[in-house]
Nanobody, 124 residues
Framework: QVQLVESGGGLVQAGGSLRLSCAAS????????MGWFRQAPGKEREFVAA????????YYADSVKGRFTISRDSAKNTVYLQMNSLKFEDTAVYYC?????????????????WGQGAQVTVSS
């Protein structure tokens, strides 16, 4: 059974930092592209960042480029999202997702497995 478990969410002041972790089990981690998505209250879920199978290629939404960094640790079957210079508009539930495709894709419909989500709240 595939499980993706996010952790590291919480409440932070604007300008602060948080690091989200997503521990994967039940799948061959190295064969999955990993992504982060988020859903703010009243809005649709949107792409945030993705990392290729090897970790060598990363992709970001324009809204987080230069502030967020995605990375993966194959030894720990874990993907991370380091979030710096957080803004009020970054407040959302953040979801980790796994995609078995060779390509790194931004469309949530492409992803096969999802975590339960982690709340990130940025106070202004």
């Amino acid at each position: 059974q595939v499980q993706l478990v996010e952790s590291g969410g919480g409440l932070v002041q604007a300008g602060g930092s948080l690091r989200l972790s997503c521990a994967a089990s039940g799948l061959t981690f190295s064969t999955y592209t990993m992504g982060w998505f988020r859903q703010a209250p009243g809005k649709e879920r949107e792409f945030v960042a993705a990392v290729s199978r090897s970790g060598g290629n990363t992709y970001y939404a324009d809204s987080v480029k230069g502030r967020f960094t995605i990375s993966r640790d194959s030894a720990k079957n874990t993907v991370y999202l380091q979030m710096n210079s957080l803004k009020f508009e970054d407040t959302a539930v953040y979801y980790c997702a796994a995609d078995s495709s060779t390509w790194v894709r931004r469309s949530q419909e492409s992803y096969d497995y999802w975590g339960q989500g982690a709340q990130v709240t940025v106070s202004s």
